[in-house]
């Protein structure tokens, strides 16, 4: 099994950062997939990033292209999101989740953070 837990979200300003980080117990990191998604009051949960096992392959959505960066460090057993430039329309609950296998869809991932909170003032 593995178990997740998201930490570094908060509040910010419109065009301000945050690095958000998902730390992983129970299995090593690089046994899998990662990826990030987000869910914004009243929206269903949409994907945001995922980084393949080594860390050589990303895929992002396009609201986030340019301004975020999803990286791991399986040392450290951790995965970050860098997120630059946010918009209000950045503001959600923000998932880290484990795949054994590549995917950009939730059905895809199998373990789940219980989300931090990312809010970007106008």
């Known amino acids: 099994q593995a178990q997740l837990v998201e930490s570094g979200g908060g509040l910010v300003q419109a065009g301000g950062s945050l690095r958000l980080s998902c730390a992983a117990s129970?299995?090593?990191?690089?046994?899998?997939?990662m990826g990030w998604f987000r869910q914004a009051p009243g929206k269903e949960r949409e994907f945001v990033a995922a980084?393949?096992?080594?860390?050589?392959?990303?895929d992002y959505a396009d609201s986030v292209k340019g301004r975020f960066a999803i990286s791991r460090d399986n040392a450290k057993n951790t995965v970050y999101l860098q997120m630059n430039s946010l918009k209000p329309e950045d503001t959600a609950v923000y998932y880290c989740?484990?795949?054994?296998?590549?995917?950009?869809?939730?059905?895809?991932?199998?373990?789940w953070g219980q989300g931090t909170q990312v809010t970007v003032s106008s």
């Open positions: 989740a484990a795949s054994a296998r590549w995917a950009t869809a939730q059905y895809g991932y199998h373990y």
């Open positions: 980084i393949n096992w080594s860390g050589g392959s990303t």
């Open positions: 129970g299995r090593a990191l690089s046994s899998y997939v």
